[in-house]
């Protein structure tokens, strides 16, 4: 279960943070919130996995987006694609 709920979550997060960065839509509650989820999930596994460190420094960058900051389209572009790829991978059945 985690591991399909994991995925999707990124998922979110990535939209969250392009729709935040390009409308303001979301508080900033709600973009704090997932930049914690991001920074929690990549220092849990950095440990053991390369792309974690790159989740922890993705989550600490939306955390910066959430007090207004750092802004740029075009690294949140760049999270949009590390996330959605990740998120896609990792749901697609290896057999």
Not at 24 to 43: E, T
Not at 54 to 68: E, H, N, P, R, S
Request: hydrophobic residues 65%; charged residues 10%.
């Amino acid at each position: 279960m985690i591991l399909y709920l994991l995925p999707i979550l990124d998922i979110v997060t990535a939209a969250v943070l392009m729709l935040h960065v390009h409308f303001n839509i979301f508080p900033f509650v709600v973009v704090l919130v997932h930049g914690i989820y991001l920074s929690f999930k990549g220092a849990v596994f950095a440990r053991s996995d390369f792309a974690s460190k790159i989740d922890l420094l993705c989550g600490i960058y939306i955390m910066l987006v959430a007090f207004g900051l750092f802004a740029n389209s075009t690294i949140a572009l760049i999270i949009l694609i590390w996330l959605m790829q990740k998120a896609v991978l990792a749901l697609l059945p290896l057999r």
